[in-house]
């Protein structure tokens, strides 16, 4: 069904596409989904839940169609709080999450967006399945006893496990399954309040047979291969609670890059208890050493510092906990504010009015703390004019204010507040405040701002004033590179403009405004350019690789211009071409030798339409070579702005599993991956590259096609292979559209492939179908033994997947040397096979003509011409 709801897609897409301007088509998306599923739901057909056990990897793919080509994000949304990634993927069609948590299950949404309509935006429910390991806890019903911890008659024995789905329980004592009813001094019970997450063993009447192993088991009922988890406990009359002491004071103050050592030592319990650090907030710093219950923080720092916690735990009534608090001396976050403000435009610093300067630190022990005033780096005491003062902490900690009383010229001047600890070992914290009479620079918009038009056409370019201390003086000129074009001053208004009626190539430039005051000067400056805006690449081409041969193929590129009107009539544009290699797809590497670009002008005749699409063909294009393509539109002015992509040949592979066809001719071999549970592996071969010391009498001579120079897959039989050994050979994952209640059940499709079986010990060739789901099934295919003769024949089978699934191409070794097995041009299509197909049929014999090798010649032609087509 995934075909035909992508060709309805498709065509929808292109309906809206001539309907409206052009090709621009807003987005359109759809999720599927790939990776280690438990079990795909759908709910009322809507809503798809997905469910994967924590630890594997999820994969989402989104489908996009529209033009311009739609940006892609993904976001998760759990109840009302967003989770936004941290990784690269967040943009990318492909959402794959490693070793996925329980915290990462939630609603998963792609949003589509290229500025036409509205967003395009679905979603999917990921379930996280998991159990985590049981845990028993032990109290009784009336407190801690102080010498024993059972001197009460009743006991409860809690089990508790986090998991999801919910889990069941069950209790053991030794080998015995305790059942409610089934011994009257047990009773099993789950109280109300916890809803079921937890289990109770509750022993009445304490009696000598239940002095014994205690065993809780956790299941959840073997969903997503989870296991169940088990926890014992050894009850016994001497079991009791922790207790524990520290042998350090409380607090402890210290100087940064100290060592501190925090001992705690256990004092009782039955079992031994565990002893574990921890701190108040956040983690514990990643330097510490611990070692049983001393733990040692070399070279403290700020960072470090607050309450460190000792715990104490058995599993036997509450924890115990003893704490201390390291305080680390530290100055930090100097700042001052000066009143009135002089960074205010209605209040400035004036001669003749108080002045008041604040200087505020953080402290750490805040009672160390003290201050010192310079003027111009000599010491200030407080008189009558300069009052010194400290706030009260409760109202202002850490601030001391330095009051100038009718401030004179002569006080111009800085004015520099010390902060220092009384208990030494910390550098002194200074702040410089300059006090002197206020100016301010005008603060002007635009900084800057490119304009495009065509030639003859009028522009005006304006420029504000948004703040300036004075006002009163403000001025204005505006110039063209260095030639004065015009100046004046404000009056009331809160801008200057300069138009020009009708542009011509002295008119193109950069325009600068300069607006001064005695404080300074802002500038506005304006690009007037001609230039064409870059045109917009067409992703969405249907089947852009066409012509394709066996060792060329040709490529149909399609663009359109953004903003067309914008500047003069393009007349035409260079296209540029060079090889790259795609080995890392994010940054193409130019191959040596090829760093030129190999240029070309395309003619544009008439005017060109906002949304029209533009087409050139490029031929002639090497297998499987990529290829980096930059257009340039050129108008009377010149060169506008390029667009670069890369182009390149792969073979179709489609998740919708429209049609799939591989000849193993390129690099990544369709994406086909090798079973890292088999004895050996394919190899990907040439007849014209094989080892010249191959096994006679055995293997093709050819590709299927009769040619020497194309590829295949094969399993070399030498030594050190065995008989009985396998190679197994994965196809990609392809996946199948959910399935519509309404219309017909599954879809067919035609699977063919071509085979090589020549030589005395051919074993077997085998095909199995892998479908993904809950549990992942392997069902045999199609099968074949023996010699077939030197030649390749071919098969045809039709399968009827019902979810995500895989090809698998098994070879098993024969007896001996003499039994390499080839396959060669696999291929899936929607629909039945014919029924002349579904037998099995002989394809060419081994011997071939010759094929000049172009690669010998010194000159690679990259391209063949065509006109282009609008």
């Known amino acids: 069904m995934d075909l035909v709801y992508g060709l309805v897609w498709l065509l929808t897409v292109l309906l809206e596409g001539i309907s409206g301007q052009g090709v621009y088509a807003p987005p359109t998306v759809r999720i599927v989904h790939s990776g280690l599923a438990c079990n795909i739901e759908e709910e009322r057909y809507s809503e798809r839940v997905y469910t994967i056990r924590e630890g594997e990897t999820l994969e989402l793919t989104c489908l ?190 210290v100087n940064p890059g100290e060592a501190i050592t925090l001992v705690c030592v256990t004092t009782g319990g039955e079992p031994a208890p565990s002893l574990t650090w921890v701190r108040s907030f956040g983690t514990l710093p990643e330097k510490i050493v611990l070692n049983g219950g001393t733990l040692t923080i070399p070279a403290i720092t700020s960072d470090d510092a607050g309450t460190y916690s000792c715990l104490a735990n058995n599993n036997v009534g509450n924890p115990a906990k003893k704490s201390t608090n390291i305080i680390v001396r530290a100055l930090k976050k100097g700042r001052f504010w000066i009143t009135p403000d002089p960074y205010h435009k209605d209040d400035n610093i004036q001669i003749g009015r108080e002045v008041k300067i604040s200087c505020q630190v953080e402290a750490v022990p805040s009672e160390e703390l003290t201050f010192s005033w310079f003027k111009n780096g000599r010491p200030l005491r407080s008189s009558e004019r300069m009052v010194i003062t400290q706030t009260d902490p409760d109202v202002s900690p850490g601030t001391t204010n330095l009051d100038i009383i009718d401030l004179k010229f002569t006080d111009f001047g800085t004015y520099t507040c010390v902060a220092s600890l009384k208990g030494g070992g910390i550098s002194d914290i200074s702040i410089d405040v300059n006090i002197s009479s206020s100016t301010d620079p005008p603060a002007v918009e635009p900084a800057f701002l490119e304009i495009r038009q065509g030639q003859d056409r009028s522009v005006t370019m304006s420029c504000r004033v948004l703040r300036a201390y004075p006002i009163r003086v403000l001025t204005y000129e505006w110039r063209l590179g260095n030639k004065l074009l015009r100046t004046g001053q404000f009056d009331s208004q809160e801008y200057t403009e300069y138009p020009v009626k009708s542009l011509s190539n002295e008119h193109y430039g950069v325009y600068n405004c300069s607006i001064i005051n005695e404080a300074g000067a802002g500038r506005c400056s304006f690009l007037i350019t001609g230039k064409a805006y870059a045109p917009e690449f067409y992703y969405d081409t249907y089947n852009p690789v066409w012509q394709n041969r066996h060792r060329v193929y040709s490529y149909s590129l399609q663009w359109t211009q953004m903003n067309p009107d914008a500047v003069d009539r393009i007349v035409a544009y260079r296209l540029g071409i060079r090889q790259v290699d795609l080995l890392f797809k994010q940054h193409p590497i130019h191959l040596a030798g090829q760093q030129r670009w190999w240029e070309q002008e395309i003619k544009i005749n008439g005017n060109i339409q906002k949304g029209e699409l533009i087409t050139y063909n490029l031929t002639e294009l090497i297998k499987p070579e990529a290829y980096e393509v930059r257009l340039t539109p050129l108008t009377k002015f010149g060169e506008g702005d390029s667009t670069i992509r890369v182009i390149k040949y792969s073979a179709p592979v489609n998740p919708h599993l429209r049609e799939f066809h591989c000849g193993f001719e390129d690099g990544n071999i369709c994406l086909f991956t090798q079973d890292d549970t088999d004895n050996f592996d394919w190899t990907k071969q040439s007849t014209a590259t094989r080892n010249t010391k191959y096994t006679p009498n055995t293997g093709p001579n050819a590709d299927r096609s009769g040619s020497k120079e194309g590829f295949y897959m094969y399993i070399e039989t030498s030594r050190p292979r065995l008989e009985g050994e396998k190679a197994r050979l994965l196809s990609p994952v392809f996946s199948i559209a959910p399935k519509n209640p309404y219309g017909p059940t599954n879809t067919a499709y035609c699977f063919s492939f071509f085979y090589h079986m020549y030589g005395q010990h051919i074993g077997v060739l085998n095909v199995y179908l892998r479908l993904k789901g809950q549990t992942t099934i392997e069902n045999p295919l199609w099968s074949s033994s023996g010699n077939k003769g030197q030649r390749w024949n071919e098969a045809h089978v039709n399968i009827y997947p019902i979810t995500s699934f895989q090809l698998i191409f098994e070879g098993i070794r024969g007896p001996g040397i003499e039994g390499d097995i080839a396959i060669d041009d696999v291929s899936i299509a929607e629909g039945e096979c014919a029924k002349q197909d579904l037998t099995t049929k002989n394809s060419v014999d081994g011997a071939v003509g010759i094929l000049v090798h172009l690669w010998l010649f010194p000159v690679i032609v990259l391209i063949s011409i065509l006109s282009p087509r609008r």
Request: with cysteine; aromatic share 10%; glycine share 6%.
């Open 64 to 253: 996009v169609t529209g033009h311009p080509r739609p940006q892609i994000r993904w976001t998760k949304t759990a109840g009302s709080a967003s989770d936004r990634f941290q990784d690269s993927s967040v943009f990318n069609e492909t959402l794959r999450i490693t070793n996925i948590q329980r915290h990462q299950g939630g609603r998963y949404y792609c949003k589509a967006e290229n500025g036409l309509g509205s967003p395009a935006i679905k979603s999917i429910r990921v379930d996280v399945y998991y159990l985590d390991d049981p845990v028993v806890t032990v109290h009784q019903s009336i407190g801690e006893a102080k010498e024993q911890f059972y001197y009460e008659r009743t006991v409860f024995l809690r089990c508790v496990a986090n998991s999801n789905p919910p889990v069941r329980y069950s209790w053991r004592r030794g080998q015995e399954v305790l059942l409610q009813g089934s011994d009257k001094g047990v009773e099993i019970y789950e109280p109300f309040f916890t809803q079921g997450e937890t289990k109770i063993l509750k022993l009445k009447n304490l009696r000598p047979q239940d002095y014994a192993n205690y065993s809780c088991i956790a299941s959840v009922r073997n969903v997503c291969n989870i296991p169940d988890k088990m926890v014992s406990f050894r009850l016994s009359n001497k079991t009791a609670s922790p207790s524990i002491k520290l042998l350090v004071d409380d607090p402890i103050v």
